[in-house]
């Protein structure tokens, strides 16, 4: 049973760098039927996809709200994936999850992590 | 950019009622649809993919139809443990676009 612990500074100030990582646990980050993707949700707010990668490929895609801040990667030594986001501000603060993305599902996310809670203050 | 819209935006429902949610597309997407449900406190939880396909594990109760523009989720007898908001969610190569969200409260 494949298992996602997202981990990360809970406090960025504004203007700073947002690194947050996944561990990938009782599953393979290079399986290509996968792609690994972060997910946030803003308080009172829904939903809103931020970037995924492609192991397989090495390919990255990205919301376009982010102009560009994001960058999401792949680290296999430790089974894990990152998303660092620059220059932070309030409107980043949100409740950020990992997630699998899976092709066979039509690239729907079928695992997901607990999440964790990003604040944006100095 | 394709747009998802959800409806309605909060649904009052009593234990039993057969409970139906829309999501709306702006643009023809084919089958390319998701729904989650998603509990405060709690990771979303994927229900249905490509429109209609139950994910393993989920109850029967719950099902998914349309195709195009205009998809439904339905719980045919609403428990306790579904009060939750849904979302529809679609895939167009390479990014992922989440409706707005439908909270059923009791």
């Known amino acids: 049973q494949l298992q996602l612990q997202e981990s990360g500074p809970g406090l960025v100030k504004p203007s700073e760098t947002l690194s947050l990582t996944c561990a990938v646990f009782?599953?393979?980050?290079?399986?290509?039927?996968?792609?690994w993707g972060w997910i946030r949700q803003s308080p009172g707010k829904g939903l809103e996809w931020v970037a995924s990668?492609?192991?397989?490929?090495?390919?990255?895609h990205y919301n376009p709200s982010l102009k560009s801040r994001a960058t999401i990667s792949v680290d296999t030594s430790k089974s894990q994936f990152s998303l660092r986001l620059m220059s932070v501000t309030a409107s980043d603060a949100a409740l950020y999850y990992c997630?699998?993305?899976?092709?066979?599902?039509?690239?729907?996310?079928?695992?997901w992590g607990q999440g964790i809670t990003v604040t944006v203050s100095s | 950019d394709i747009q998802m819209t959800q409806s309605p935006s909060t649904l009052s429902a009593s234990i039993g009622d057969k409970v139906t949610i829309t999501c709306r597309a702006s643009?023809?997407?084919?089958?390319?649809l998701a729904w989650y449900q998603k509990k405060p406190g709690k990771a979303p939880n994927l229900l249905i993919y490509?429109?209609?396909a139950l994910e393993g594990g989920v109850p029967s109760r719950f099902s998914g139809s349309g195709s195009g523009t205009e998809f439904t989720l339905t719980i045919s007898s609403l428990q306790i443990d579904d009060f939750a908001i849904y979302y529809c969610?679609?895939?167009?190569?390479?990014?992922?676009?989440f409706g707005q969200g439908t909270k059923v409260e009791i």
């Open positions: 997630a699998r993305v899976a092709g066979d599902y039509y690239y729907a996310m079928d695992v």
């Open positions: 009782g599953g393979s980050i290079t399986d290509s039927r996968y792609y």
């Open positions: 990668i492609y192991y397989y490929s090495g390919s990255t």
């Open positions: 643009q023809s997407i084919s089958d390319w």
């Open positions: 490509k429109a209609s």
């Open positions: 969610q679609h895939y167009n190569p390479y990014s992922w676009t």
